[in-house]
């Protein structure tokens, strides 16, 4: 059974305060590791489609990285407005569908 | 270009009753898939529609069932609610398949009393 694992659960950064966010995940033949932000009561907001290990994507103070078994959400001296749940999702080779963990609750403090 | 929209917004219900929840899908997008989000989980994937057809569910009943339209608009439909079905519904567009990326609607908040 596909299996993806966010931690920590929550995270409390002070605005520029550096950190990465882990995303473990346990699927059969990888096809896509993604990455989302949420914001409360709004839907999910893309951010990063990875495919492959050793591939990194940048977005402003964000960038993504992914190996075998993880996927790392770093981010470079946040901003309150970066505040929000970090969801990331993988599909794997078996399924037809997007198996999601169960996110991170980023708080930054000004 | 015109993103994903879903209606209503918010809907109360009660235990025993049917709901139907409509999905818009981005322009130029045939895939559609429907999550479930209980509060402080990840969505939870319900199933998904590839020009018309479902082309995939996951762990949820039968009495959630759906439709996907010519124009590739969306229907979720729940029977006999029940208090657990109380979440935040959400559509989700690709452009072809499962293997694209999804974007997501903002979602239909239900309560079931």
Same mark, same amino acid.
Request: charged share 20%; aromatic share 10%.
């Given at each position: 059974?596909?299996?993806?694992?966010?931690?920590?659960?929550?995270?409390?950064?002070?605005?520029?305060e550096?950190?990465?966010?882990?995303?473990?995940?346990t699927?059969?033949?990888?096809?896509?590791?993604?990455?989302?932000r949420?914001?409360?009561?709004?839907?999910?907001e893309f951010?990063?489609t990875?495919?492959s290990?050793g591939e990194?994507?940048?977005?402003e103070?964000l960038?993504?990285t992914l190996t075998k078994?993880?996927?790392f959400?770093?981010i470079?001296?946040?901003?309150?407005e970066?505040s929000?749940?970090?969801?990331?999702?993988a599909?794997? +080779? $078996?399924a037809? =569908? @997007? %198996?999601? +963990? $169960?996110?991170? =609750? @980023? %708080?930054?403090?000004p | 270009?015109?993103g994903?929209?879903q209606?209503p917004?918010h809907?109360?219900?009660?235990?025993g009753?049917q709901?139907?929840?409509?999905?818009?899908?981005q322009?130029g997008?045939n895939?559609?898939?429907?999550y479930?989000?209980a509060?402080g989980?990840?969505?939870q994937f319900?199933?998904?529609?590839?020009r018309?057809?479902e082309?995939g569910?996951?762990?949820?009943?039968p009495?959630?069932s759906?439709?996907?339209f010519?124009?590739?608009s969306s229907e979720l439909n729940?029977?006999a609610?029940?208090?657990?079905?109380?979440?935040?519904?959400?559509?989700?567009s690709?452009?072809?398949g499962i293997?694209e990326t999804?974007?997501?609607?903002?979602?239909t908040r239900?309560l079931?009393l």
């Amino acid at each position: 059974e596909d299996q993806v694992t966010q931690s920590p659960e929550a995270l409390r950064l002070q605005e520029g305060e550096s950190s990465s966010l882990n995303c473990s995940y346990t699927v059969s033949g990888l096809r896509g590791l993604f990455w989302y932000r949420q914001d409360p009561g709004k839907g999910p907001e893309f951010l990063f489609t990875l495919y492959s290990a050793g591939e990194e994507k940048e977005k402003e103070r964000l960038k993504a990285t992914l190996t075998k078994k993880e996927s790392f959400l770093h981010i470079t001296a946040p901003k309150p407005e970066d505040s929000a749940t970090y969801l990331c999702a993988a599909l794997s +080779g $078996s399924a037809r =569908q @997007l %198996t999601f +963990g $169960s996110g991170t =609750q @980023l %708080t930054v403090l000004p | 270009e015109t993103g994903v929209t879903q209606s209503p917004t918010h809907l109360i219900k009660t235990r025993g009753q049917q709901v139907t929840l409509r999905c818009s899908s981005q322009s130029g997008h045939n895939t559609v898939s429907w999550y479930q989000q209980a509060l402080g989980q990840g969505p939870q994937f319900i199933f998904q529609y590839y020009r018309e057809e479902e082309n995939g569910r996951g762990n949820f009943p039968p009495r959630f069932s759906g439709l996907q339209f010519p124009n590739y608009s969306s229907e979720l439909n729940v029977n006999a609610l029940e208090l657990d079905d109380s979440a935040l519904y959400l559509c989700a567009s690709a452009l072809s398949g499962i293997q694209e990326t999804q974007y997501f609607g903002p979602g239909t908040r239900l309560l079931v009393l």
